[in-house]
């Protein structure tokens, strides 16, 4: 169950219940918003929730290097969550500061982003960057390492562990921590782990098989 901070109550809530979920992005400015936004989209859809995002003043191909899928263009009345860089008293809110700094990578960039919990303030410097980057690089070498081994089903244990961190107020900074440690498993077999990555990377939206085939 997608449980999300309300500050109104000073709590992680669930969602409304119902089919559907329209999330609101009120102020796209800078890209860590729409990431956050896109996340909860994407995790939300994983839950099997049919989900309508709409924000206002975005530019469309920027955020497609960020692998944000496109929004809706205007406002969702009565939406059930918004996204913003201020609380609404009067609703479900998630407060995302904007993020400072840049880098020249839009997804070592949302990797950055992904690091820190969104309700945290980010700093994106050159060594947080660069960090990223590095990450990022292991992560799909492994991945494209993994290719070439016989195929095997998901793990389900690490692949529950991660969604059910999404899902409590989209703890993404331990969802991360948990491919850091399936890719370290010696127990896990390859297959496994690169069907896991897969699966994960649907939601997480990293590139990660950007390598598999390369020279």
């Known amino acids: 169950m997608l449980r999300l901070y309300d500050h109104r109550t000073g709590t992680a809530e669930a969602l409304p219940p ?13 890209y860590r918003r729409p990431v956050v936004a896109d996340l909860l989209r994407r995790v939300a859809g994983r839950a099997g929730r049919q989900v309508r995002a709409a924000g206002t003043g975005l530019t469309a191909g920027d955020l497609d290097d960020y692998s944000v899928q496109p929004f809706e263009d205007g406002s969702l009345p009565d939406a059930d969550v918004y996204v913003s860089g201020a609380a609404d008293a009067d ?8 993020e400072t700094g840049a880098s020249p990578d839009p997804l070592a960039a949302r990797l950055a982003m992904l690091e820190v919990h969104y309700r945290e303030p980010l700093e994106l410097t050159a ?8 990450r990022l690089a292991a992560w ?3 991945v494209a390492e993994w290719a070439t081994s016989p195929g095997r089903p998901i793990n389900r244990a690490y692949a529950s562990e991660a969604e059910a961190a999404l899902a409590d107020d989209l703890d993404s ?5 948990v491919l850091d440690r399936l890719a370290a498993d010696p127990d896990v077999p390859p297959g496994a782990k690169l069907e896991t ?19």
């Open 173 to 177: 900074p331990a969802a991360l921590a």
């Open 127 to 134: 060594a947080r960057s660069s960090a990223a980057g590095e």
């Open 18 to 30: 119902g089919r559907g979920l329209r999330v609101q992005l009120l102020d796209g400015a800078g």
């Open 197 to 215: 990555f897969i699966h994960l990377d649907l939601v997480l939206a990293l590139g990660l098989v950007s390598a598999i085939g390369g020279a």
């Open 91 to 98: 609703a479900l809110c998630l407060v995302v500061p904007q």
């Open 140 to 142: 799909r070498g492994m």
